[in-house]
Structure formats: C-alpha cells, structure tokens
C-alpha cells in the first residue's frame, strides 16, 4: 500500500525558513514591529547591533541574532509561552528557551547610567496568588531609571526596600546637597524629602481649587515632579507586558528578577531612540483618570535624618508659599 507524502522534508525546511526570513524582512522594514516587539524598526535594528557588539550573542548556522532577540522581545512584550513562540518561528523548544536566556543574560549586562543590584530575600509572597516581588526605583526628568533595586519579596515594606538600597555595597548614592523625592510610604529623610501627610497630595485633589496655605502648595508641586516615576512605570508596564503584573509569570523567581531588571535597561534605552509618544500620551491619559490608590503609611521614626529632613521641607514649604503669594 502506497504512503501518502505531503511534501518532502527538505521542502518543509526551506519553507520554515522562508517564514522566519519574511518576518523578520517585516520587523526590520515595517510599522508592524511596534506591534510585535513594542518598538520602532530603527530602535530594533539598533538594539540587535548593540548587542551583537558585545560578543556574546551571536550569529549561528541556523539561527541570526536579530532572530532570537525578536523572540526575546516578542515574550517579555505580550508574556507569552515558549511554544507560542514556537508556532510562529518553527523551532524547538529548547532552542527558544537557550536563546531567550542568552539575550537576557546579555541585557542585563548594557546597563550604563542605570544601577541594577539584586537583593538577596529568599521569600516572594505577595498581595496576590503567586509569588511577586517589589521593586525600588529612582528615574530623572528624562523618564530615564537611574537606580532599580530588585528582588525583594513583595510583602516587604518600602522603607525597609529603602534602608537595603541606601547601606548595601552597591548602594543608592545621593549626590551631596541633592535629594530624592519619595511618596508618603517612606520615611522623611534629608536626602529623601517626603509629602506632608494627611494634607492634600494627588493632582486630581487640586483641580478647581488651589492651594490654601504652604503645605498644600508643598504637596501640589512635589506630586507634580513626583508623578515622573508614576509616568516611567506606566510606560515601562505598557512595553513590556511580562512585568505588569495581571497574570502568574511563567517563569520562576529567580529569572523573573532578571527579566525585571532587562526591561528597565531596555526601557532606557528607548526612551533615547524611541520614546513611545503614544505611550506616554496613553500613561498620562490613565493617570489623570484614575483614581489615587491610599497609601499605606508608616509610623515617622524622629531622628537626627528626619529632623533635618523636615526642617528642609518645611524651609521649601515656606519659600514657596511666599514666592506664590507674591505672583497671585
């Protein structure tokens, strides 16, 4: 009895690999690789060189490296499985994953202007079902992070997230005379300046009424600047699905941790060569509707830190309220 051939196997190869040529052509070519990798066809070609410029992701017989960081992208932008990736690119599963950690490996390693330690916490619970972690960041003006502390579990409170920051090896570095501005989950610090609490904090509280004495007025414009972070996690989130949260990961801790780590690094670097307007614009949209989430504040530990942290704001308090009688 004759046996039925579809096609031959060589014929089967070259057509899989006409696939993965075309869509990479599109990718490299194409407005649908903001679609599919969350950035522009530049950007991604950039990426792809610098990283090749490293060494240590390469071209292979089978397997080129704008190939596997498509894949890489492709995963931690829509935090999809292995055989998702497997259906459109036709290979196995075990090369997916190799290569996935390969370019996560090596992502980790362009972090230039940003600090990246790992906290050492062997425990990950959280508000939700699966294990979660909490993340300590600082970002600047450009959205750009300067600092991503990772690793912690996420029951763990900010100002302890905080204290690990400020007195590891590898710590946070506040430049001298300069301060960082923080919500009212931490504690008042000099180099930390904090919002007044139980008075008036979030954008949406002030609009139709102004400010009424110097505390408000404080906490109107530290929500302003502040809200810079709130504006670089929601873009951050919005590239890369894997880290924002909705579903269990499908990778364990360890590699999440890392994975948490790469996208803040890939993040800076787009916000240099693709910035996502849209996003941005689609962030703030979300914020402003929104309704502020309460926050879960600690009791104030008075010390020689917090008074001189206090008396610097209350110093900005004061020379605000002023300067703004004085233009009204």
Avoid at 13 to 29: D, K, N, P, V, Y
Avoid at 158 to 173: E, M, P, W
Avoid at 264 to 285: A, C, E, K, T, W
């Amino acid at each position: 009895m004759a046996k039925k051939v579809d096609k031959p196997i060589r014929d089967h190869i070259i057509g899989r690999e006409e696939i993965r040529a075309t869509l990479l052509q599109q990718l490299r070519e194409t407005n649908r690789c903001r679609d599919i990798l969350r950035m522009s066809p530049h950007a991604f070609v950039e990426l792809c060189a610098k990283l090749r410029a490293t060494g240590h992701v390469k071209d292979t017989i089978h397997v080129t490296v704008e190939e596997q960081v498509a894949r890489f992208l492709y995963i931690i932008g829509h935090n999809v499985k292995n055989r998702t990736i497997l259906f459109f690119f036709h290979r196995s599963g075990e090369t997916i994953s190799r290569n996935f950690h390969a370019v996560l490996r090596v992502a980790i390693s362009l972090e230039e202007e940003v600090k990246v330690p790992i906290a050492d916490q062997p425990r990950f619970r959280g508000r939700k079902e699966w294990p979660t972690q909490n993340v300590l960041a600082a970002c600047g003006f450009d959205m750009r992070f300067t600092y991503a502390l990772a690793g912690w579990e996420g029951t763990a409170s900010d100002s302890k997230v905080l204290k690990s920051a400020l007195s590891r090896d590898d710590r946070l570095k506040i430049p001298r005379d300069k301060f960082y501005l923080g919500d009212a989950r931490f504690m008042l610090k000099h180099a930390l300046i904090t919002p007044y609490r139980g008075v008036r904090y979030h954008l949406k509280e002030f609009v139709g009424r102004e400010p009424e004495n110097a505390y408000e007025l404080f906490n109107l414009r530290h929500s302003s600047l502040r809200n810079m972070i709130e504006r670089s996690f929601g873009v951050l989130k919005k590239r890369f699905a894997i880290i924002a949260g909705g579903t269990e990961p499908y990778y364990d801790v360890e590699v999440m941790v890392d994975i948490v780590l790469a996208c803040i690094i890939l993040h800076n670097f787009l916000m240099g060569v693709d910035p996502g307007q849209h996003l941005i614009s689609q962030v703030d949209r979300e914020l402003q509707n929104n309704n502020p989430e309460a926050t879960n504040e600690e009791r104030e530990e008075v010390n020689e830190d917090y008074r001189r942290g206090a008396a610097l704001r209350d110093n900005m308090a004061a020379q605000m309220w002023a300067d703004y009688q004085i233009e009204r």
